[in-house]
């Protein structure tokens, strides 16, 4: 059980950072390459990729390369269910406090 922990714990600290936040939001519903998540994201190539470099060491993401592009897309999908849990719950705190 104790390794079960671990591995959460390193997922998590993998989604500690905006920037890989954002991506992972980008991908949940379409693969996309890195050329679209620099317009979308408005990053360099360089911190783009830094990150999914993270991400896929992590088991978080998977490329394909299509001609002279590389396409990302999330391995499992139910990392989207947690991620949007917990997004739910942070803009339930943030409305609260508004009130």
């Given amino acids: 059980m104790k390794e ?3 591995i959460h714990a390193e997922l998590c600290k993998t989604f500690s950072n905006p920037t890989r936040l954002e991506i992972l939001n ?3 519903d379409k693969e996309m390459s890195v050329t679209e998540l620099i317009e979308k994201t408005k990053l360099s190539q360089a911190n783009i990729s830094q ?3 993270i991400m896929k060491s992590k088991g978080i993401v998977i490329s394909n390369r299509k001609g002279k592009n590389v396409y990302y897309k999330l391995i499992n999908p139910k990392i989207i269910k947690a991620f949007d849990i ?3 719950v ?3 705190r943030l409305r609260s406090r508004m009130l």
Avoid: V
């Fill in 4 to 6: 079960l922990y671990k």
């Fill in 86 to 88: 917990i997004k739910e």
């Fill in 90 to 92: 942070l803009s339930e």
């Fill in 51 to 53: 990150h999914l470099s």
């Fill in 26 to 28: 980008l991908l949940k």
